[in-house]
């Protein structure tokens, strides 16, 4: 009898030219339910051997292991349980905003497979937080004690100088469900969204989001912590601002990074001048010089969750040499599949992470 942990490689190679065939976003579709599949059925030793324990206390809060899925994957939160049984320390469903919406048109998800990358527009196409925090409550992860992050933005067609509001009823609705929330104002999707990256613009919207996080632990008897999700695009005068901000205001961390505008990397491939954000493999080098200028700004008072470009153990461990303390993982998961969430978490852990 073949054991189920030799199979998992196989199984997901097999899965994964069977996927590439197919177009990015049915693919993705495909695939989150497939795992759902796979776990309701009793199969999930299929997905691969289990991650190591490796427990790290970062915001309050004890990960098994420093090894994270980014937001964006499971965007409704659809594979919560799924997902988990690959062996992340730690998952982090959305993008979600107040009200449903389709995002971007069609075709908006692209591989550039000679380059380990993908670009996306989607534009925070999600079913609403109401549909998510469904989801999160059918879960079995959260209730036995998985380390869920919750993201949340705001809608496409929300002012911008409203954009406030949207975070605030987000927060409020998923606040005693997370095991904490990340603010993304970092997606180049969604027209004048990095323009909350600004000074007063960022300002006001942690000034508002700490008080409300104030009142909403009262009234749970729970402190959820807040992360800022950042992007990778900014000048070493943006990323001191955001940390005076972020240290200012006491967030409780800080993700970093967002997907790139940079096409640098990509030149000349197909699909290469398609508009959105770059993740994968060249966006790395560019992630990891954005969290050593932030580990240095923030002298170590506001965590780093390290993510972009991640295709490796040694990759993840670079995020943790910069100065983050957590990692999480996107593209990477896409072109290894389960062997990159066991691969990294070991090799943090032989780090002594």
């Known amino acids: 009898?073949?054991?189920?942990?030799?199979?998992?490689?196989?199984?997901?190679?097999?899965?994964?030219?069977?996927?590439?065939?197919?177009?990015?976003?049915?693919?993705?579709?495909?695939?989150l339910n497939g795992l759902a599949a796979l776990h309701a059925?009793?199969?999930?030793?299929?997905?691969?051997?289990?991650?190591?324990?490796?427990?790290?206390?970062?915001?309050?809060?004890?990960?098994?292991?420093?090894?994270?899925?980014?937001?964006?994957?499971?965007?409704n939160g659809e594979c919560i349980d799924g997902m988990a049984a690959m062996g992340f320390g730690f998952l982090e469903v959305g993008t979600v905003t107040p009200r449903p919406q389709p995002g971007n048109p069609k075709p908006r998800l692209f591989r550039i497979e000679e380059k380990q990358a993908i670009i996306n527009r989607m534009g925070f196409n999600n079913e609403g937080v109401d549909h998510l925090l469904q989801n999160v409550a059918l879960a079995q992860f959260p209730k036995c004690g998985g380390i869920l992050g919750i993201n949340i933005g705001k809608n496409f067609d929300t002012?911008?100088?409203?954009?406030?509001?949207?975070?605030?009823?987000?927060?409020?609705?998923?606040?005693?469900?997370?095991?904490?929330?990340?603010?993304?104002?970092?997606?180049?999707?969604?027209?004048?969204?990095?323009?909350?990256?600004?000074?007063?613009?960022?300002?006001?919207?942690?000034?508002?989001?700490?008080?409300?996080?104030?009142r909403l632990a009262e009234k749970h008897g729970k402190h959820t912590p807040l992360a800022l999700k950042i992007a990778p695009d900014l000048d070493d005068a943006q990323i001191q601002a955001i940390a005076d901000l972020l240290r200012q205001h006491r967030m409780d961390g800080v993700i970093a990074t967002n997907t790139t505008l940079s096409r640098n990397g990509v030149e000349g491939c197909r699909?290469?001048?398609?508009?959105?954000?770059?993740?994968?493999?060249?966006?790395?080098?560019?992630?990891t010089q954005v969290i050593r200028k932030l580990a240095t700004a923030l002298?170590?008072?506001?965590?780093?969750?390290?993510?972009?470009?991640i295709l490796s153990g040694a990759d993840a461990a670079e995020k943790i040499e910069a100065g983050a303390k957590l990692v999480q993982i996107y593209s990477g998961f896409i072109y290894r599949g389960p062997d990159l969430v066991r691969e990294a978490a070991e090799t943090l852990c032989r780090m002594g992470r």
Not at 3 to 31: V, W
Not at 176 to 185: K, L, R
């Open 159 to 214: 002012p911008i100088e409203k954009a406030a509001d949207d975070y605030l009823i987000c927060l409020e609705k998923v606040y005693a469900a997370a095991s904490y929330v990340t603010v993304n104002i970092s997606s180049p999707n969604t027209k004048n969204l990095r323009d909350l990256q600004r000074d007063d613009a960022l300002d006001d919207l942690l000034r508002q989001l700490k008080a409300a996080q104030a």
């Open 271 to 287: 699909y290469g001048n398609e508009a959105g954000g770059l993740s994968g493999a060249p966006v790395r080098e560019l992630s």
């Open 1 to 31: 009898m073949v054991h189920c942990g030799k199979i998992a490689p196989m199984l997901y190679s097999l899965a994964r030219k069977i996927f590439f065939s197919l177009d990015a976003e049915k693919a993705h579709g495909i695939g």
């Open 41 to 75: 059925a009793g199969l999930s030793c299929l997905m691969g051997k289990k991650a190591p324990e490796c427990p790290v206390e970062v915001m309050g809060l004890r990960f098994p292991n420093p090894v994270g899925l980014a937001a964006g994957l499971d965007k």
């Open 299 to 309: 002298q170590g008072e506001v965590p780093i969750i390290g993510v972009g470009g």
